[in-house]
């Protein structure tokens, strides 16, 4: 027998091996379930389900996703400003239904396919190329409220600064 091909097959022997592992199942008499890769008296062969691998991007797919944030922040560079009109900063207001109204605006004025995306309190709560969002059933109190513009994906490529308002509804308790 050549020596070459006996140290080969003993080398994909070894290779084999692990990968062919039995996995053994065994219950004691407490209840107790232990596995292991070796039998043991009263231990059961169980098959065991291939194992998930994830394969992660290539570090030049990386890349090309970091090159396609930075045209989304030239994108968004085409605006100098955005941010509310109404309700001002820090203010306060009645409102029996709970109502607000939102105004916007930008600097230059929004593209078509752009929108004005409104954040309450870290939520959105409405999308408009109008300039205005209503959002009903506000609850009394103070919240935040926040301005982006979005394009037709949905990404926001301009954030403005948030402001805080307060609103006053009646109660049946006062």
Same mark, same amino acid.
């Given at each position: 027998?050549?020596?070459?091909?006996?140290?080969?097959?003993?080398?994909? %022997?070894? %290779?084999?091996?692990?990968?062919?592992?039995?996995?053994?199942?065994?219950?004691?008499?407490?209840?107790?379930?232990? =596995?292991?890769?070796?039998?043991?008296?009263?231990?059961?062969?169980?098959?065991?389900?291939?194992?998930?691998?994830?394969? %992660?991007?290539?570090?030049?797919?990386?890349?090309?996703?970091?090159?396609?944030?930075?045209?989304?922040?030239?994108?968004?560079?085409?605006?100098?400003?955005?941010? =509310?009109?109404?309700?001002?900063?820090?203010?306060? =207001?009645?409102?029996?239904?709970?109502?607000?109204?939102?105004?916007?605006?930008?600097?230059? +004025?929004?593209?078509?396919?752009?929108?004005?995306?409104?954040?309450?309190? +870290?939520?959105?709560?409405?999308?408009?190329?109008?300039?205005?969002?209503?959002?009903?059933?506000?609850?009394?109190?103070?919240?935040?409220?926040?301005?982006?513009?979005?394009?037709?994906?949905?990404?926001?490529?301009?954030?403005?600064?948030?402001?805080? =308002?307060?609103?006053?509804?009646?109660?049946?308790?006062?």
């Amino acid at each position: 027998m050549n020596p070459r091909l006996g140290i080969t097959a003993g080398l994909l %022997l070894l %290779l084999a091996g692990p990968v062919a592992a039995e996995v053994y199942r065994n219950v004691d008499a407490q209840g107790n379930v232990t =596995f292991s890769d070796e039998p043991s008296k009263g231990s059961e062969a169980i098959k065991v389900k291939p194992v998930t691998t994830i394969t %992660l991007p290539k570090p030049q797919n990386v890349r090309e996703t970091d090159k396609l944030r930075e045209e989304v922040k030239r994108e968004g560079s085409i605006y100098e400003s955005v941010s =509310f009109s109404y309700p001002e900063d820090e203010q306060a =207001f009645y409102s029996g239904s709970g109502d607000v109204r939102f105004e916007m605006r930008s600097t230059p +004025g929004l593209e078509p396919d752009h929108r004005y995306e409104v954040t309450l309190d +870290g939520q959105p709560v409405g999308q408009s190329s109008s300039g205005t969002i209503t959002v009903s059933n506000v609850f009394r109190g103070t919240h935040e409220a926040g301005i982006h513009i979005v394009d037709q994906n949905g990404v926001q490529i301009k954030t403005g600064s948030p402001i805080r =308002f307060t609103v006053h509804r009646p109660s049946i308790q006062n």
